[in-house]
């Protein structure tokens, strides 16, 4: 059977290009994002076989839903998770994806984070992913895995990097909790620098190369590996290999 898949932060970047990876791979993908018609654009475009430049796709393609939802909203989530198993029955695979960065990377000192920036932030990348996954919980398939995007920036010092930084510890903090207290498999995955609209785009990977990190991850990987740690590229590439 094709897995259900429900993806935040959806519509642009590693979201967007995780979901076309799992389409791809014959899954049902639930996509949301804050602009609602970001998620319409979206889903079409997955529907069609592609990105919006790509008018070819997969025999195997799956299919593609969507909802506007803000992370910051709990009862979003609620309807949104109430609204996948609707469509599609359990969920196989949540990817907590959704964040924000305000003033960007290196412009954004922690010593002249506002407090208005920095509430925002946490509540939209921890606090987000705290509800993400207390919403999916009731819908989970036996076997579900959730995943939560990180990086290098979660555990090391760089400057300009302010509430962005703090907030991704606390995701990470967020998903060893889970992982812990629940039956499903949560675990972090670092793709390492990408290019996105939140990190800039110099010296980066694109977000398709690492999609299918996140697909091995949620699929694949051994679950004793992926709960309540962190696996990256170098895990991928030698289990792949």
């Known amino acids: 059977m094709d897995p259900t898949v429900a993806i935040?932060?959806?519509?642009?970047?590693?979201?967007?290009?995780?979901a076309e990876a799992f389409v791809d791979e014959g899954a049902f993908v639930a996509v949301s994002g804050r602009d609602g018609d970001a998620v319409d654009r979206t889903v079409a475009a997955l529907n069609e076989g592609g990105s919006e430049e790509d008018e070819g796709g997969s025999e195997n393609a799956g299919v593609a839903w969507g909802a506007r939802v803000d992370v910051r909203d709990e009862f979003?989530?609620?309807?949104?998770?109430?609204?996948?198993?609707?469509?599609?029955?359990?969920?196989?695979?949540?990817?907590?994806?959704?964040?924000v960065f305000h003033g960007g990377p290196g412009e954004s000192p922690t010593d002249e984070t506002s407090y208005a920036d920095y509430d925002d932030t946490m509540r939209t990348n921890a606090r987000g992913v705290f509800a993400t996954v207390s919403?999916?919980?009731?819908?989970?398939?036996?076997?579900?895995?959730?995943?939560?995007?990180?990086?290098?920036?979660a555990r090391e010092?760089?400057?300009?990097?302010?509430?962005?930084?703090?907030?991704?510890a606390a995701a990470e903090a967020v998903a060893r909790g889970f992982a812990a207290d629940l039956d499903a498999t949560v675990g972090v995955v670092d793709p390492g620098l990408v290019a996105t609209d939140l990190t800039g785009k110099e010296?980066?990977?694109?977000?398709?190369?690492?999609?299918?990190?996140?697909?091995?991850?949620?699929?694949?990987?051994?679950?004793?590996?992926?709960?309540?740690?962190?696996?990256?590229?170098r895990e991928w590439k030698s289990a792949t290999r």
């Open 8 to 18: 935040t932060g959806a519509t642009s970047g590693i979201g967007r290009a995780v």
């Open 76 to 99: 979003d989530l609620e309807r949104f998770f109430e609204g996948v198993a609707r469509e599609a029955g359990p969920i196989d695979a949540v990817f907590a994806n959704a964040a």
């Open 203 to 233: 010296r980066a990977r694109d977000p398709e190369s690492v999609a299918p990190l996140f697909v091995w991850a949620a699929t694949e990987a051994p679950a004793e590996d992926l709960n309540g740690e962190r696996l990256g590229l």
């Open 157 to 168: 010092s760089r400057p300009g990097m302010g509430a962005y930084a703090v907030s991704k």
């Open 135 to 153: 919403e999916a919980v009731p819908h989970l398939a036996e076997d579900a895995r959730i995943v939560v995007p990180s990086g290098g920036i």
